[in-house]
């Protein structure tokens, strides 16, 4: 018997990627580029427990076990690890996996779900990268963003040409210390499950959009070349227009779909007129945003603007009376936004009245690692591949910055999250 444990962050794109060439090997018709959000504050976190003893293999999501043989990508997934490695040849696994964050409400939560799960299993069956890139084709398989997962920083997926997909990898583009002072804010505007899944979006778009091929033939391949020298350069105006623009683009895409898909709403349009707005009163582009296939906003902001960009969110976006404490995972970060308060201009440049309860609730973040082996002390199965966790706990409404003990033994402790309601392999078993 072997076990081992692990962390995946998510990664959320400035340059996105949506459709694909292929879909059983989840191969884009563009390349893509993201940065990997620190596992402080969004992570999925996975056991792997492999045994001679196991009859079948087994999941568990956030304590419910899922029937695993209705669950093609996760299949995938095994099939490839175990065609490259006779290690633990005949044994099963039992994988137990949770997240700490909305799952299928554009937070790139099959991205965390995926790598963590490859990840586990190629450090369990002894695999290594054959060439730069190899192991993220694994993840790849089982959601296509989730091969930017496994590095941390700024990371890219080059699309490829292959028919087979082995060019189609993921490429670190500079390590998570390369721009420390790049920080964000993540508005959750919903964490409820979008109505059209990106499977099922992307495949539409691809159909129907004209202007989907259009963006990846003529558009994406020059923002790639400018988006990763902006961020070589930490030229932040750069990187945030690019960003801001490339979002625009792909929600606009899906707009040209037909019938049109709508992940953005009105909290969401508001946002990005907030953001316009709040750069018009700072006389220079201070906050970018980007919108993954869902209402949720992504701020991109530098360090020493972060709490005046977080105090114009504050008394724009307020939360409702009572929930205040909650409201931002970082306390010491909601304090100091108070202290600063917003910019002098902005009232006269987004003269809405201030929209009460309209966002749930706010990450501070910032760039972070890739996955990552965690020690045994913060295993979610016991040494018998069982499950630590047995029921779901509700979602709590303190600080997302504080401990969450996930059931009574007091090895399973994981810091800095909330538990949502499904994990995101469990959309996936869903949907298939």
């Given at each position: 018997?072997?076990?081992?444990?692990v962390a995946?962050?998510?990664n959320i794109a400035?340059?996105?990627y949506w459709?694909?060439r292929?879909?059983?090997?989840?191969l884009?018709?563009?390349s893509?580029?993201?940065i990997t959000?620190n596992?402080?504050?969004?992570?999925t976190?996975?056991?792997?427990t492999a045994?001679k003893d196991?009859p079948?293999?087994?999941?568990?999501l956030?304590?419910?076990?899922?029937d695993?043989?209705k669950?093609?990508?996760v299949q995938?997934?095994f099939?490839m690890?175990r065609g490259?490695?006779?290690k633990?040849a005949?044994m099963?696994?039992h994988?137990?996996?949770?997240n700490?964050?909305?799952?299928?409400a554009g937070?790139?939560?099959?991205?965390?779900?995926y790598?963590?799960?490859?990840?586990a299993?190629?450090?369990l069956y002894?695999l290594?990268?054959?060439?730069?890139?190899?192991?993220s084709?694994?993840?790849?398989v089982g959601?296509?963003?989730?091969?930017r997962?496994?590095a941390?920083?700024f990371?890219?997926?080059?699309?490829?040409?292959k028919?087979?997909g082995?060019?189609?990898?993921?490429r670190q583009?500079?390590?998570?210390?390369?721009?420390?002072?790049?920080?964000v804010?993540?508005?959750v505007?919903?964490?409820k499950?979008k109505?059209?899944s990106s499977?099922?979006g992307m495949?539409t778009?691809v159909?129907?959009?004209?202007l989907l091929a259009?963006?990846?033939?003529?558009?994406v391949p020059?923002?790639?070349?400018?988006?990763e020298?902006?961020?070589?350069k930490k030229d932040?105006?750069?990187?945030?227009q690019l960003a801001?623009?490339d979002?625009?683009?792909?929600h606009s895409?899906?707009?040209?779909?037909y019938p049109p898909?709508f992940?953005?709403?009105?909290v969401?349009?508001?946002?990005i007129?907030?953001?316009h707005?709040?750069n018009?009163?700072?006389?220079?582009?201070r906050l970018g945003?980007?919108?993954?296939?869902?209402?949720?906003?992504?701020?991109l902001?530098l360090?020493?603007?972060?709490?005046?960009a977080?105090?114009a969110v504050?008394?724009h976006f307020p939360?409702?009376r009572g929930?205040?404490?909650?409201?931002?995972?970082?306390?010491?970060?909601r304090?100091?936004?108070?202290a600063?308060?917003?910019?002098?201009g902005?009232?006269?440049?987004?003269p809405?009245e201030?929209?009460?309860?309209v966002?749930k609730y706010v990450?501070?973040?910032?760039v972070?690692?890739?996955?990552?082996i965690?020690?045994?002390s913060?295993?979610?199965?016991?040494?018998?591949?069982?499950?630590?966790?047995t029921a779901p706990?509700?979602r709590p409404?303190?600080?997302?910055?504080g401990?969450l003990?996930?059931c009574?033994?007091?090895r399973l402790?994981l810091?800095?999250?909330?538990?949502?309601?499904?994990?995101?392999?469990?959309v996936a078993a869903?949907?298939k």
């Amino acid at each position: 018997m072997a076990q081992v444990t692990v962390a995946s962050p998510t990664n959320i794109a400035v340059i996105k990627y949506w459709g694909k060439r292929d879909s059983k090997l989840n191969l884009p018709i563009n390349s893509s580029v993201s940065i990997t959000i620190n596992q402080a504050d969004l992570r999925t976190v996975t056991t792997v427990t492999a045994s001679k003893d196991f009859p079948t293999d087994r999941l568990w999501l956030n304590g419910e076990e899922e029937d695993i043989e209705k669950n093609k990508r996760v299949q995938k997934v095994f099939a490839m690890v175990r065609g490259r490695s006779s290690k633990w040849a005949g044994m099963k696994v039992h994988v137990v996996s949770i997240n700490n964050f909305p799952t299928a409400a554009g937070l790139a939560s099959s991205a965390a779900g995926y790598a963590a799960l490859s990840f586990a299993l190629a450090k369990l069956y002894d695999l290594e990268d054959a060439y730069p890139g190899d192991l993220s084709t694994i993840a790849r398989v089982g959601s296509g963003s989730a091969c930017r997962s496994l590095a941390g920083g700024f990371v890219a997926w080059d699309m490829g040409d292959k028919a087979d997909g082995t060019d189609s990898c993921a490429r670190q583009v500079a390590p998570a210390n390369h721009w420390p002072e790049l920080q964000v804010l993540i508005l959750v505007v919903s964490d409820k499950k979008k109505a059209v899944s990106s499977t099922a979006g992307m495949q539409t778009a691809v159909d129907t959009s004209p202007l989907l091929a259009h963006r990846a033939a003529k558009v994406v391949p020059a923002r790639m070349v400018e988006m990763e020298a902006a961020y070589h350069k930490k030229d932040f105006a750069a990187f945030a227009q690019l960003a801001m623009q490339d979002s625009n683009q792909f929600h606009s895409t899906c707009l040209d779909t037909y019938p049109p898909i709508f992940y953005l709403n009105d909290v969401s349009r508001a946002v990005i007129q907030f953001v316009h707005a709040f750069n018009t009163a700072c006389g220079e582009v201070r906050l970018g945003y980007t919108f993954d296939a869902g209402p949720n906003a992504v701020l991109l902001v530098l360090k020493q603007h972060a709490p005046q960009a977080l105090a114009a969110v504050l008394a724009h976006f307020p939360p409702e009376r009572g929930a205040e404490a909650g409201y931002v995972n970082r306390p010491a970060m909601r304090q100091a936004a108070l202290a600063v308060g917003p910019p002098a201009g902005l009232a006269a440049a987004f003269p809405l009245e201030p929209q009460v309860g309209v966002i749930k609730y706010v990450y501070h973040t910032d760039v972070g690692p890739g996955a990552t082996i965690l020690d045994s002390s913060e295993a979610l199965a016991d040494s018998a591949g069982m499950p630590l966790m047995t029921a779901p706990p509700p979602r709590p409404a303190a600080s997302l910055s504080g401990a969450l003990e996930l059931c009574s033994s007091s090895r399973l402790q994981l810091a800095a999250g909330v538990l949502a309601a499904a994990a995101v392999l469990a959309v996936a078993a869903r949907k298939k």
